[in-house]
């Protein structure tokens, strides 16, 4: 203990630097400036935060590091306990020295965590870890498979996280705690559910004291806290995505001089450029419109980029936008075959989402268009009108990702039924650029790498020039992008065109 308290460290495991150790995630992750915050504000314990996807003098990640040379790099790196990324990670665990450790889990970074798990429990028994996040929130129990979990937190960690920590410092029965499962005399028992918070207001700005708990935090660049919420939930429905797992489908928002406030503390800090990481920007006009002429009033001077939902898109909401700042939208599509839209509930036609693309650029904003191939409904002639859509929409960038199910959507639960996915499944071989991914029903493995080797061409040509293609980079959407909810389910790896 420092100072007679207890000390709680909270990871981001690694995941790009598996891949290659100079890859990076250049930002403070927006769930652990949460909790951190939090647990800062309401209690006596020390904390750190890790986040040990961070390499100071990185380098753009590259897709061919991705999917080809680098994904042997991710197997090795996983099984290498004597890798330079596990070596680190054991010596901040031993250096801290803390009583807790918590991880932020994503399905593509599990088996990361646990390896993070087994260096705690090899150190200290003792220390108690704690899983949460989006994968936690989908599977449950399931996670119990790794024997060195003590406890999982389901669904928003903050107010659970406190009420374990004081059950921990006070010898407490976990019984009462909502929103955890835990083992119990090698049981493993779930808790019922926890509320919402009803009221996103009383949480603390989440970078209020980021210099204070994040490790080698002087060494960030001011991007990586450039994300702001304004929102937790997503109306939507989509096939494929895990949001409403975590979130549910009501939306609550926080009020408009709260967010304004939180905005100006970041202009404070020397931020010009901001992303709102909200699943879905806004998701009503209203609100929308409400905040832009808030940001006009108050916050001069400030650029901004959010993902839009296509039904959300008309001339009058993007005219208003561009005016309080934004200058990029991010907007999925994912299909170009209406059936296929309507297979996976994205509650858009191609021909909406078109007319989208025209009002946007229309009014000179910088645009990024999400397509996914490869969902299990799909065939040769529907990917080809995926095609066909990729090569004529006028927007800035194409992010491709390939259709990858994860545990507790229900695209997973489909391709189990349809034995796309057996009992063998490792959830660590898999994500939106891996070799590995394959769940089409109509369309057999090795003709489906072919396509996506010839669409994948096709996207870096509808990308620009060699010389474009140097900007592209997955640091330029993870300085602008929220990790652990929404599209990080759907997506995984993306690869943005860079301002």
Same mark, same amino acid.
């Given at each position: 203990?420092?100072?007679?308290?207890?000390?709680?460290?909270?990871?981001?495991?690694?995941? %790009?630097?598996? %891949?290659?150790?100079?890859?990076?995630?250049?930002?403070?992750?927006?769930?652990?400036?949460?909790?951190?915050?939090?647990?800062?504000?309401?209690?006596?314990?020390?904390? $750190?935060?890790?986040?040990?996807?961070? %390499?100071?003098?990185? &380098?753009?990640?590259? +897709?061919?590091?991705?999917?080809?040379?680098?994904?042997?790099?991710?197997?090795?790196?996983?099984?290498?306990?004597?890798?330079?990324?596990?070596?680190?990670?054991?010596?901040?665990? &031993?250096?801290?020295?803390?009583? +807790?450790?918590?991880?932020?889990?994503?399905?593509?970074?599990?088996?990361?965590?646990?390896?993070?798990?087994?260096?705690?429990?090899?150190?200290?028994?003792?220390?108690?870890? /704690?899983?949460?996040?989006?994968?936690?929130?989908?599977?449950?129990?399931?996670?119990?498979?790794?024997?060195?979990?003590?406890?999982?937190?389901?669904?928003?960690?903050?107010?659970?996280?406190?009420?374990?920590?004081?059950?921990?410092?006070?010898?407490?029965?976990?019984?009462?705690?909502?929103?955890?499962?835990?083992?119990?005399?090698?049981?493993? /028992?779930?808790?019922?559910?926890?509320?919402?918070?009803?009221?996103?207001?009383?949480?603390?700005?989440? %970078?209020?004291?980021?210099?204070?708990?994040?490790?080698?935090?002087?060494?960030?660049?001011?991007?990586?806290?450039?994300?702001?919420?304004?929102?937790?939930?997503?109306?939507?429905?989509?096939?494929?995505?895990?949001?409403?797992?975590?979130?549910?489908?009501?939306?609550?928002?926080?009020?408009?001089?709260?967010?304004?406030?939180?905005?100006?503390?970041?202009?404070? $800090?020397?931020?010009?450029?901001?992303?709102?990481?909200?699943?879905?920007?806004?998701?009503?006009?209203?609100?929308?419109?409400?905040?832009?002429?808030?940001?006009?009033?108050? #916050?001069?001077?400030?650029?901004?980029?959010? &993902?839009?939902?296509?039904?959300?898109?008309?001339?009058?909401?993007?005219?208003?936008?561009?005016?309080?700042?934004?200058?990029?939208?991010?907007?999925?599509?994912?299909?170009?075959?209406?059936?296929?839209?309507?297979?996976?509930?994205?509650?858009?036609?191609?021909?909406?989402?078109?007319?989208?693309?025209?009002?946007?650029?229309?009014?000179?904003?910088?645009?990024?268009?999400?397509?996914?191939?490869?969902?299990?409904?799909?065939?040769?002639?529907?990917?080809?009108?995926?095609?066909?859509?990729?090569?004529?929409?006028?927007?800035?960038?194409?992010?491709?990702?390939?259709?990858?199910?994860?545990?507790?959507?229900?695209?997973?639960?489909? #391709?189990?039924?349809?034995?796309?996915?057996?009992?063998?499944?490792?959830?660590?071989?898999?994500?939106?650029?891996?070799?590995?991914? #394959?769940? #089409?029903?109509?369309?057999?493995?090795?003709?489906?790498?072919?396509? +996506?080797?010839?669409?994948?061409?096709?996207?870096?040509?509808?990308?620009?020039?060699?010389?474009?293609?140097?900007?592209?980079?997955?640091?330029?959407?993870?300085? /602008?992008?929220?990790?652990?909810?929404?599209?990080?389910?759907?997506?995984?790896?993306?690869?943005?065109?860079?301002?």
């Amino acid at each position: 203990m420092a100072d007679g308290k207890m000390k709680l460290l909270l990871i981001e495991p690694p995941f %790009y630097r598996l %891949y290659k150790n100079t890859y990076s995630l250049d930002r403070f992750p927006l769930s652990l400036a949460y909790l951190s915050s939090t647990v800062k504000r309401d209690t006596y314990w020390d904390v $750190m935060v890790y986040n040990s996807d961070f %390499y100071p003098t990185s &380098e753009p990640k590259k +897709v061919s590091y991705l999917s080809g040379e680098g994904f042997a790099n991710y197997l090795s790196a996983l099984e290498n306990n004597n890798s330079p990324i596990w070596l680190e990670v054991k010596k901040v665990i &031993e250096d801290y020295n803390p009583d +807790v450790i918590g991880i932020s889990v994503k399905s593509q970074n599990f088996a990361s965590a646990c390896n993070i798990a087994r260096l705690v429990k090899e150190f200290n028994s003792k220390i108690t870890v /704690i899983f949460g996040g989006p994968h936690v929130s989908m599977v449950g129990k399931e996670i119990f498979s790794n024997e060195f979990i003590d406890i999982g937190v389901k669904g928003e960690g903050e107010m659970t996280l406190l009420e374990v920590l004081d059950a921990i410092k006070t010898g407490k029965n976990l019984d009462s705690v909502k929103g955890i499962i835990f083992r119990k005399e090698n049981v493993v /028992i779930e808790n019922p559910v926890r509320e919402y918070i009803k009221d996103l207001d009383t949480l603390p700005y989440p %970078y209020s004291n980021y210099t204070d708990v994040l490790k080698d935090a002087e060494k960030y660049p001011k991007t990586s806290f450039a994300n702001i919420f304004t929102t937790r939930g997503c109306p939507y429905n989509c096939f494929f995505c895990g949001s409403r797992n975590i979130w549910s489908n009501k939306v609550r928002f926080r009020s408009i001089p709260d967010v304004i406030e939180e905005v100006k503390s970041l202009q404070k $800090m020397g931020l010009d450029m901001l992303h709102f990481a909200d699943d879905t920007f806004g998701v009503k006009d209203e609100h929308i419109r409400s905040l832009c002429k808030s940001l006009i009033d108050e #916050c001069p001077n400030l650029t901004w980029s959010c &993902e839009l939902h296509v039904k959300l898109v008309n001339e009058e909401t993007i005219s208003l936008m561009k005016k309080a700042g934004c200058w990029q939208i991010q907007m999925g599509i994912e299909s170009g075959n209406n059936e296929i839209l309507k297979a996976i509930r994205k509650n858009i036609t191609i021909e909406e989402a078109l007319k989208a693309v025209d009002i946007i650029k229309r009014h000179k904003l910088n645009l990024l268009t999400f397509f996914i191939i490869g969902f299990p409904q799909e065939t040769e002639e529907t990917i080809k009108d995926t095609v066909n859509v990729i090569e004529k929409i006028n927007s800035d960038g194409i992010v491709l990702s390939i259709f990858t199910p994860y545990p507790g959507t229900e695209a997973f639960d489909y #391709c189990k039924t349809y034995n796309l996915i057996d009992n063998t499944f490792n959830v660590a071989l898999y994500n939106h650029q891996s070799p590995k991914n #394959c769940f #089409c029903r109509n369309i057999s493995k090795n003709r489906f790498r072919e396509i +996506v080797e010839n669409v994948e061409k096709i996207v870096d040509r509808k990308n620009g020039t060699n010389k474009k293609k140097q900007l592209f980079s997955f640091s330029t959407f993870d300085k /602008i992008k929220k990790q652990g909810i929404g599209r990080s389910l759907q997506k995984g790896f993306k690869i943005l065109f860079g301002k």
